[in-house]
């Protein structure tokens, strides 16, 4: 690391100051502003009164004078908004250890058991991960109807592994083709079985693994929306996202506050756990990319 | 006898364990079942409801290819096409450009760098509808901040009705989306640019390329598969963009938002029509694999043409 941190720092005593600050700071400085900004407005939005919301004239809208909790109090007793919370957290813990679990076999079975045509399967695993949402939720909306799932956390928890699972069996396959085969040849002549080779010496060595393809498939089944707007109708078992975008706004009056309190909320747990596992989040993105 | 029956267990447990085939399939079996069941099924499903006039709670019949006929006459499907191109392809380029610049500003030495890249990620990592309802308080027609700040510093006089004029109303969606998505092409681009080796500038600049040379003879090659793989993800996911249309303007106004994804979820979903909407998700196959192909192989042709692999 040390090393690399040298490499990096390369020719940059060359530039002079003055020309970084044009060059470097200021243009970053206008990125992280643009990118952070809606959060800011998020949040400052959030525990303004209706008083000073709307009132540009006699309060700066960049700032807050009287801080007010209503909004968040509004949103947690007097809204279905616990309900959501607790439906996605569900949804996404279930979905992910399916996901997890299916996709440690899958990945196992087609990187190190080489069975015959997994290679071709290794293939389609990729495809299914390219195939969009936008395109599977008619037929899948059809099949959640016949199956009688319509309005069920179920009907979420089984269509949420389409997209894990071809995401995290991808991102393992390339954890545990980074494991030495040697490993795997001396438990064999030592007498261990496949699956106790699997749990004992490979699960162990790929938990960076297992944490990046857990945390992203947990963001991914937190953030999901389409198949939860479209499976879902009944207030109490809708997601965050899907409960503040259609029940948050209906109405002719807009309740800026209890909006921007409901998105907020709804972002903090994946911004949370995002803080705790940078790294494993930036190995998952750019590992799922670079295969 | 025990022994016996040991020996035949352990033959069995040992055939099991010899047995790749086998043991290969019952390892694919609960990822390969909930696959098939839940997304090849629901591909071939979603095929066969494009030529039927299936309704929900109706099971329709087949008509052929009336579906995709009516689509051909159907101006709002072909405008739908045209917003689904331009937003993909303008946000595309701004998130590359943009995305691009960031990861070199974020390659050098700076102070907090890991912070700034742990923060820069956040409107990738929040749910993409929680996100936008915060860009639909910002396009407010009457509280917007940007025509606020823009009436104080005296540039306009009145209130940018951002959503509501079908132009600016294209052009918000496409800031939001590419405000979404730079992230993931800066950390991206900025993971391939680690793998270069200074030593490469230095040589470069010992021979007297200057900076930008540097950029455009050094990193850009080196950096081309990368970008061909960043770009076609992209690409895939803004052309298959939902939830930042439905959120911010529902297709509106006149229809000049609407994504052919949006559109499909409209006349399938609370129109009732799943054959209609089935046939335009099956519609989008077409493009989408045309736009993916350009993008992968557009980008990636210059691979070979440097004398690499492809």
């Known amino acids: ?291 | 006898m025990s022994q016996v029956l040991t020996d035949t267990r352990m033959s069995w447990v040992g055939r099991l364990n010899d047995s790749r085939n086998l043991l290969g399939f019952l390892f694919m079996l609960p990822a390969g079942l909930l696959l098939l069941v839940f997304l090849t099924y629901p591909l071939g499903l979603g095929i066969w409801l494009g030529f039927t006039n299936t309704t929900i709670g109706h099971l329709g019949d087949f008509i052929g290819l009336e579906n995709y006929r009516s689509l051909m006459h159907d101006t709002v499907f072909w405008l739908s096409v045209f917003n689904t191109f331009l937003y993909t392809i303008v946000a595309s380029i701004f998130k590359f450009m943009l995305g691009l610049w960031l990861a070199v500003l974020l390659n050098q030495r700076l102070p907090f760098k890991a912070f700034l890249r742990a923060i820069m990620l956040l409107p990738f990592i929040v749910p993409t509808a929680l996100s936008a309802i915060a860009f639909w308080w910002i396009y407010d027609s009457q509280f917007s901040i940007i025509s606020w700040v823009l009436i104080k510093m005296g540039w306009i006089t009145k209130y940018i009705d951002f959503l509501g004029d079908p132009n600016m109303a294209r052009a918000s969606v496409i800031v939001a989306n590419v405000w979404r998505g730079v992230p993931f092409v800066a950390i991206s681009l900025l993971a391939g640019l680690q793998t270069i080796p200074q030593s490469l500038y230095e040589a470069a600049a010992l021979d007297g390329a200057s900076s930008w040379q540097r950029f455009r003879h050094v990193t850009l090659p080196l950096l081309t598969p990368i970008i061909a793989v960043v770009m076609t993800f992209s690409v895939l996911f803004t052309f298959t963009d939902f939830q930042l249309i439905y959120v911010l303007t529902r297709g509106g106004p006149l229809n000049a938002t609407h994504l052919m994804a949006t559109l499909a979820f409209q006349r399938g979903i609370p129109g009732g029509q799943l054959g209609e909407g089935a046939a335009l998700a099956v519609a989008m196959v077409p493009f989408l694999l045309a736009a993916i192909m350009f993008s992968y192989f557009g980008l990636q042709r210059r691979k070979w043409q440097q004398g690499g692999r492809d």
Not at chain 1, 22 to 33: G, K, Q
Not at chain 1, 187 to 199: P, Y
Not at chain 1, 203 to 211: F, T
């Open chain 1, 1 to 291: 690391m040390a090393e690399e941190r040298q490499d990096i720092q390369g020719m940059d005593y060359l530039t002079s100051l003055p020309r970084r600050v044009v060059t470097t700071y200021i243009p970053l400085a206008i990125f992280m502003f643009v990118l952070l900004f809606p959060f800011y407005w998020m949040a400052i939005t959030s525990i303004k009164s209706n008083a000073e919301l709307y009132d540009y004239e006699h309060f700066s809208p960049f700032w807050v004078a009287q801080p007010t909790l209503a909004n968040i109090e509004k949103l947690l007793f007097h809204t279905p908004y616990p309900d959501w919370l607790w439906n996605t957290v569900l949804v996404s813990v279930v979905s992910t250890f399916i996901s997890l679990f299916a996709s440690v076999f899958a990945a196992y079975a087609i990187e190190r058991l080489r069975y015959t045509g997994s290679r071709y399967v290794g293939m389609s695993i990729f495809l299914a991960y390219l195939v969009p949402p936008s395109i599977l939720f008619i037929p899948l909306a059809a099949m959640v109807y016949r199956l009688g799932l319509f309005d069920t956390r179920l009907a979420l928890i089984l269509t949420y592994p389409t997209f894990l699972i071809p995401f995290c069996t991808w991102l393992l396959m390339g954890y545990f083709k980074s494991i030495p085969l040697e490993l795997e040849e001396c438990a064999l002549i030592d007498g261990a079985s496949r699956l106790q080779i699997l749990v004992k010496i490979i699960l162990p060595l790929a938990v960076p693994g297992l944490i990046s393809a857990g945390i992203f498939a947990f963001t991914l089944s937190w953030n999901e929306f389409i198949y939860a707007l479209t499976f879902i109708s009944s207030s109490e078992v809708k997601t965050v996202p899907v409960g503040v975008v259609t029940e948050l706004v209906e109405g002719d009056v807009y309740h800026w506050g209890s909006l921007m309190t409901g998105a907020l909320l709804g972002s903090l747990p994946v911004a949370i756990l995002y803080s705790f596992f940078v790294e494993h989040y930036v190995a998952g993105m750019t590992g799922a990319v670079k295969e």
